[in-house]
């Protein structure tokens, strides 16, 4: 089985050379089909340029970065709005809908923007809600939903187009342990039921230990990797292994089970 993604020597360095930060320095893994692969570290570790640098929101020094056998860096125009687009679907910590659109408007707008016929983009838009259980609220602005619901929508905005990968970025950060609890319970079902392919950056071990593996970061390099045995080892043992590596690291995090 080929990786959905490849991340290969991928550097990023900002400041001159007297005072340099080393933001990323030589990251590489891959990302499989199917995969929940959560990327751990503590404020300023490198996960958030990382993330920005697979998104094109940041152009790496040097490294390669292939999305199913295509180089990144080197989309120019209508291939790069294609993968900014379609290829990948972007799940924001601060949700960034559009205020003055209604949660159904909100989660259309990808659709119309990639000329997918409205019948199409009305089953999956229908489709995701049912799941997300976010059905009464399709019809409401921003400002009239929790955040939770605020969350669910931005989650069916980004899965609607059917990316071959979803890039999450702290998408508990702005929520309450309840309502983090339930977004990471329909991200990870998702994942398991269909197969969607997950790479979250996250400080929360919580969140993390619905992933199926971990990278932690430090210093703009990788520290320490997790793998959990889904059939042989429970979430909450999980957790408590990701535990301890953030108390090596310096991190923690509240508990929301």
Not at 105 to 111: D, R, S
Not at 199 to 207: E, Q
Request: glycine share 10%; net charge neutral.
């Amino acid at each position: 089985m080929e990786p959905v993604l490849k991340i290969d020597s991928l550097k990023k360095f900002y400041g001159k050379s007297t005072n340099q930060t080393k933001a990323l320095d030589g990251i590489t893994f891959q990302v499989m089909p199917g995969e929940f692969l959560g990327i751990m570290g503590s404020s300023g570790s490198g996960k958030s340029t990382l993330l920005n640098c697979i998104a094109t929101v940041v152009r790496p020094d040097s490294g390669e970065m292939v999305l199913e056998g295509v180089r990144i860096q080197r989309l120019k125009g209508a291939k790069l709005a294609e993968y900014r687009g379609v290829k990948i679907g972007y799940l924001f910590q601060n949700f960034e809908l559009l205020d003055n659109l209604t949660g159904w408007e909100n989660i259309m707008l990808p659709l119309s923007l990639h000329n997918v016929p409205e019948a199409e983009g009305e089953s999956r838009l229908c489709q995701l809600a049912s799941y997300l259980e976010i059905e009464d609220v399709l019809d409401k602005f921003p400002s009239q939903m929790s955040g939770g619901q605020k969350q669910r929508v931005a989650a069916a905005r980004a899965l609607v187009l059917k990316p071959k990968m979803i890039l999450a970025d702290e998408p508990t950060g702005a929520l309450d342990s309840r309502n983090a609890k339930a977004l990471m319970e329909k991200l990870a079902g998702l994942n398991r039921e269909e197969g969607a392919t997950i790479l979250m950056v996250t400080h929360d071990s919580n969140a993390a230990s619905y992933c199926g593996r971990i990278l932690f970061i430090q210093d703009g390099v990788i520290f320490h990797e997790l793998r959990r045995d889904m059939d042989q080892e429970s979430r909450q043992a999980f957790y408590g292994r990701i535990l301890k590596v953030t108390a090596q690291m310096g991190g923690g995090s509240a508990n929301v089970f």
